[in-house]
């Protein structure tokens, strides 16, 4: 709106009959007339509730129907800048009136909030879905390291390290590991006691 100000005062910058006082020339788009519209129409907005999409419409509503009316007093004879103030005097009831919710408006809205989470390029939904992956198999894991079914039962107890000081591979336990281990774990069967080279899923068809 002060670019438009500067735009129009450059433009007009030269003399005109004025309407409202007889045998009289003023300015026929004043930069100062134009700068208080600019000021007031955004001191008027922020003084308003609602979200920054509600007050932008809010004041581009308002905005076109001052500059609607401007442009009916100038098609009159009159001066921009004497147009622009008459016009603004005709619209103070509907620059004081106080936007309205709009239709569909929802809490998640509101200021402060979150805005939703964008996954146009697929990548949000590709990582939800590698982390869902990883919960069931985390889940898996934990349930059968616990002494689930095929693994020898209620209360049977799992070590972490072999005879040899090596890390046990869990993956390999659980039927999800091939040679050679990316993890460098001992492919050797987890249940205390056991230590053979069969995962702990097949310890007891192993006996």
């Not at 001191?43 to 007050?55: D, K």
Request: glycine content about 14%; charged content about 25%.
């Amino acid at each position: 709106m002060r670019i438009l100000a500067n735009a129009s005062a450059k433009a007009g910058n030269y003399e005109w009959e004025s309407k409202g006082e007889k045998d009289t020339k003023v300015i026929f788009a004043p930069l100062d007339v134009n700068l208080d519209y600019a000021d007031f129409a955004f001191r008027s907005t922020i003084m308003q509730p609602g979200t920054a999409w509600v007050l932008r419409q809010w004041l581009e509503e308002r905005d076109l129907h001052t500059r609607g009316l401007m442009c009916n007093y100038m098609k009159g004879g009159m001066a921009q800048g004497e147009a622009l103030l008459k016009a603004l005097g005709d619209s103070q009831i509907k620059w004081g009136t106080a936007p309205t919710t709009p239709a569909g408006y929802t809490r998640r809205c509101l200021r402060g909030d979150s805005p939703p989470r964008y996954d146009g390029d697929g990548k949000g939904r590709k990582k939800r879905k590698v982390q869902q992956t990883l919960g069931k198999f985390a889940q898996q894991n934990s349930q059968s390291h616990k002494g689930g079914k095929g693994e020898g039962g209620k209360g049977v107890k799992h070590a972490n390290l072999a005879k040899r000081g090596k890390t046990i591979c869990r993956a390999f336990n659980i039927g999800q590991c091939k040679l050679p281990c990316p993890s460098g774990g001992a492919h050797v069967c987890s249940i205390v006691g056991c230590g053979l080279k069969h995962p702990s899923a097949r310890h007891n068809h192993a006996r």
